[in-house]
């Protein structure tokens, strides 16, 4: 591997932490805002305080507007993944509890690597199929410890599901869009559809947002500023230069983040099934962002070719600088 090309995998790496560190870290500021905030005008709050850091952001690097053939993966991906999904989970979370919300959601990496397959050609290796296997044992481990009785009801698990489907679908739409326009464009506009795709709910939070403590309504600005405009932008830049597979199977860290910020942050001691599973959920992901071994004869390396890597696509080369 090239010096420049290992650059570009180390700062997408770097990217990808900063996201799963981000995420993980929303989860216990939605506990907050959540109670205090309807899920729409916790979604429109959110978005809201996100598209403005973004926007002031794009106008100092004068990042301008995507071109036009940016616009339709942008699109969707707003409207999926920063509007509806938002949206639908936040509601979904209100029906059941954690642990059932964890064990539904964590589909969206599974459905992204067979969503990214057909549609966008993704490979699908051994190593990211038997990591995903490993990390959704350690969430489905994770979500069955955190489970209470009764938390959970038929319209939670469907909102959860669809909460799933919209981010698959958002992210696998989101990938060509970034071949076009810089993760900065694709994430600002991206915030900028949802939230207007949420301005119905502009009544609930001007409502809400007089009464709710100031702790929750910090919460709230927190998620839009942190786990939106910086994780989401940090998340497309490594997009941009890795596959929508590997990216999902990424995901798969943020259930044992959660388990181990609940415990430092609220105190929250987890049991030793909840730190098996976040445990496994770890070893998934190490296994699917892991490389196979080079082949290829020892002339070739000596002259300098690039190896072969059973575990990466051709087209996982920078897209952007």
Do not use: H
Not at 18 to 32: C, E, H, K, N, P
Not at 40 to 64: D, F, K, T
Not at 171 to 186: G, T, W, Y
Not at 214 to 241: E, K
């Amino acid at each position: 591997m090239t010096k420049p090309l290992l650059r570009t995998e180390r700062a997408a790496a770097a990217a990808a932490v900063v996201t799963v560190l981000l995420w993980a870290s929303a989860f216990v500021s939605i506990r907050s805002a959540g109670s205090a905030y309807s899920p729409g005008a916790l979604a429109l709050g959110r978005l809201a305080s996100g598209a403005l850091a973004l926007g002031v952001i794009a106008l100092v690097r004068r990042e301008g507007v995507p071109p036009r053939s940016a616009w339709r993966g942008i699109a969707i991906s707003g409207v999926l993944w920063f509007g509806f999904y938002m949206v639908v989970l936040n509601w979904g979370e209100q029906q059941v509890d954690a642990g059932t919300a964890a064990l539904v959601v964590n589909i969206g990496p599974i459905l992204i690597a067979l969503l990214g397959s057909r549609l966008l050609g993704d490979a699908m290796p051994p190593r990211l199929l038997a990591g995903m296997a490993v990390s959704f044992a350690g969430a489905v481990t994770v979500g069955l410890s955190m489970s209470g009785d009764g938390g959970s009801s038929v319209l939670g698990v469907a909102l959860c599901l669809l909460a799933a489907v919209a981010y698959a679908g958002g992210v696998v739409a989101q990938k060509p869009a970034l071949a076009r326009a810089s993760a900065l464009q694709v994430t600002t506009f991206g915030c900028l559809v949802g939230a207007v795709l949420c301005l119905p709910f502009a009544g609930q939070l001007v409502e809400q947002a007089g009464d709710a403590p100031v702790s929750a309504t910090l919460n709230m600005v927190y998620l839009g500023v942190f786990p939106t405009a910086l994780a989401f932008t940090t998340w497309a830049y490594a997009l941009a230069r890795t596959t929508a597979s590997k990216m999902g199977a990424t995901t798969y860290a943020v259930p044992a983040l959660v388990v181990l910020m609940s415990w430092l942050v609220l105190g929250e001691v987890p049991g030793l099934l909840t730190l098996a599973g976040g445990v496994l959920c770890l070893a998934g992901v190490a296994v699917s962002r892991s490389r196979a071994r080079a082949v290829g004869t020892g002339a070739e390396k000596g002259a300098g070719a690039t190896p072969v890597v059973v575990a990466e696509p051709p087209e996982e080369a920078p897209v952007r600088k």
